[in-house]
């Protein structure tokens, strides 16, 4: 996953999301189109990932948030640094395994985090911030290279046989960074583990979503590990037509059910600091950015960028709704995590459906917003 590291200021963690209904004017530097939100759901404050590649957890994090708010849970916030410290021996244990032949970084994509909270739980923000709270993940980088040294150093002083307690020193360099994460703790009066608490207040079993993408290069109506490099565990992606993938995104978001989305952002036409997104196939359309029509996406544009890896998985998101501009365009609703003080939305951007439609990787939601027939077909 590229670094966008330009945005990843450290403001506040703040924010309300957009209310329903709301009518939003957009401080653009050009013609300042209207937005009128046509459905937005629940979701928490936009939080800042720091100077780390992080996003997979932050947006994945929020979805999950978002599904406990409709739980009637008074506001959720969980540790997303509870999730990077296991799923850090998590790729470790798959990287020795394979003798190095694998990914060992700070990436990861949606269903990972998922598969952390079946496996090893969820603990409450205010439990297990990490040293330095805010500003914990900001040594991400740093703290992988020791990791990945280390993990390198012990491959190559051990060519036949891994000693057992290699996880001991691998811990000591993740406690340094991040501190030691509790195997129980106190919670409202009550003691949990991170697994109980996940059982009682956690909705994210990774049986209960579905990842959903759109390419020419597999057979649609079929799954597949989506060939991206932060896919380390070769989580699988129903493949659908490009116009059935988008339907189906934004009837999830009309039935009330947030994405997590990964997309490419390192391209002209994803503009935070004027908190829109359209898709720019030349440099002239940047002169009216606000106001002009973009062109028709197709499923052979976006294979071809994918293709030649113009489209990366740069960064995740959350869309939590929809709106429509002046003119009837619709966009989807999208909460960053780069906190609150780029662009005029407050740590939201809105994303025209052109601009989905080319820059996708692709999408996780929770199967209850997927047509029960698109279900079946995907055999889950």
């Known amino acids: 996953m590229k670094q966008i590291a330009s945005f990843l200021v450290l403001s506040a963690i ?5 209310s329903q209904e709301q009518t939003i004017k957009v401080n653009l530097d050009v013609t300042k189109p209207q937005f009128t939100v046509v459905k937005n759901n629940q979701a928490t404050p936009v939080k800042n990932q720091g100077n780390s590649g992080t996003c997979w957890c932050f947006a994945t994090t929020s979805l999950v948030e978002s599904e406990m708010l409709s739980r009637k849970e008074k506001d959720p916030d969980l540790s997303e640094v509870y999730t990077v410290y296991n799923l850090y021996i998590d790729k470790a244990e798959k990287y020795i395994r394979r003798r190095g032949n694998t990914r060992f970084t700070e990436g990861g994509i949606q269903q990972d985090v998922l598969f952390s909270t079946d496996n090893f739980g969820s603990v409450p923000q205010e439990v297990y911030p ?3 709270r805010d500003t914990v ?3 991400d980088g740093e703290m992988e290279t020791k990791l990945k040294a280390y993990l390198d150093n012990l491959l190559k ?13 691998f811990k000591s360099i993740l406690n ?14 009550k003691t949990y583990t991170p697994k109980s608490y996940a059982e009682q207040f956690v909705p994210s079993k990774l049986s209960s979503y579905i990842g959903l993408t759109s390419f020419k290069h597999h057979p649609y109506n079929t799954s597949f590990a989506i060939e991206v490099p932060d896919n380390y565990n070769s989580n699988m992606f129903y493949n659908l037509p490009l116009n059935e993938f988008i339907k189906s995104v934004k009837t999830a978001v009309m039935q009330g059910y947030t994405v997590a989305w990964d997309a490419d952002v390192s391209n002209k036409g994803f503009q935070m600091k004027k ?9 002239d359309e940047l002169k009216d950015f606000a106001a002009f ?14 293709d030649r890896q113009v489209t990366q998985d740069d960064h995740l998101m959350q869309i939590t709704g929809i709106a429509k501009d002046s003119k009837g365009n619709e966009y989807f609703v999208v909460k960053n995590s780069w906190g609150t003080g780029i662009g005029p939305l407050a740590g939201y951007i809105y994303v025209s459906m052109p601009y989905f439609a080319i820059n996708t990787i692709s999408v996780v939601v929770n199967k209850k917003a997927i047509s029960p027939t698109l279900i079946a077909k995907a055999g889950e």
């Open 157 to 169: 002083s051990n060519p036949d046989t891994i000693p057992t307690n290699w996880k001991v020193n």
């Open 293 to 306: 029509t973009e062109k028709v996406p197709t499923a052979e544009i976006r294979q071809d960028l994918f």
């Open 14 to 18: 703040a924010a309300k999301a957009f």
């Open 176 to 189: 340094g960074y991040l501190g030691e994460p509790p195997a129980t703790f106190n919670y409202n009066g």
């Open 130 to 132: 990490g040293i330095g």
């Open 137 to 139: 993940l900001n040594h």
């Open 275 to 283: 908190g829109l997104a359209k898709w720019v196939d030349n440099d």
